[in-house]
């Protein structure tokens, strides 16, 4: 399985951008890449995903570096309800296989 | 339209026992996939099913088995509970399989085995 590797955790302020990034240094071509979060007691939630190109969505962006090797998940301006684990996940032919994300606290 | 239901949300069981739990994916979605949440082990995943048909399989026991019904609501069941399954369950529904596919979860079921 492809592995990703992320910081166990990050901290920001609110309403500050936050960068959160992700290695993935043997990703395959095909893989695509996704980001999901999990806020505490719920089930994980998809935030956004892309194979090559920048992504927006209204949740965040996704900038990936040229040569795939690594991607960030940029919020914009980051609120109390954006603490969670996020997950940087490669998707290609197999299933979703979650590392250990990163905890992002995120101080008032 | 309505999201991923998962039954019960909280289960109390003794080891030695079954349990059945279920999940209805969101209207027109037919890839269901299960997934196991523990402290230590973190999100694993158990099996994958697709139009009723199992296409993918975690490394977990034989214990651990699950089906899908033609209206693609999935079932998995757990027999001969051991503590070490007491876990938060998760069900995840897409559109298709494919990489680019979006998985959307469920709120879980909660299983404490005493």
């Known amino acids: 399985d492809a592995k990703t590797t992320q910081p166990n955790s990050m901290e920001s302020n609110e309403e500050e951008p936050v960068h959160l990034p992700c290695n993935h240094s043997?990703?395959?071509?095909?893989?695509?890449i996704h980001w999901y979060r999990q806020l505490p007691s719920q089930g994980p939630e998809y935030v956004i995903h892309?194979?090559?190109s920048n992504v927006n969505n209204r949740m965040a962006s996704l900038a990936i570096a040229e040569d795939r090797k690594s991607s960030t998940l940029i919020l914009h301006r980051a609120t109390l309800r954006d603490a969670a684990v996020y997950y940087c996940?490669?998707?290609?032919?197999?299933?979703?296989?979650f590392g250990k994300g990163t905890r992002l606290s995120v101080i008032a | 339209k309505a999201g991923v239901t998962q039954t019960p949300r909280y289960l109390i069981k003794t080891r030695g026992q079954q349990v059945t739990l279920s999940c209805s994916p969101i209207?027109?979605?037919?890839?269901v996939s299960w997934y196991q949440q523990t402290p230590g082990q973190g999100l694993q995943f158990l099996f994958e099913?697709?139009?009723?048909?199992?296409?993918n399989k975690g490394n977990f026991p034989g214990r651990f088995s699950g089906r899908q019904f033609s209206n693609s609501r999935s079932e998995m069941n757990v027999s001969t509970l051991e503590l070490g399954d007491s876990a938060l369950y998760l069900c995840?529904?897409?559109?298709?399989?494919?990489?680019?596919?979006?998985?959307?979860f469920g709120p879980g079921t909660r299983l404490t085995v005493l």
């Open positions: 995840a529904s897409s559109f298709r399989q494919g990489a680019s596919d979006t998985q959307y």
């Open positions: 043997t990703i395959s071509g095909t893989d695509y």
């Open positions: 892309g194979l090559t």
């Open positions: 996940i490669l998707v290609g032919n197999t299933p979703l296989v």
């Open positions: 209207s027109g979605h037919r890839s």
């Open positions: 099913y697709f139009s009723e048909t199992q296409r």
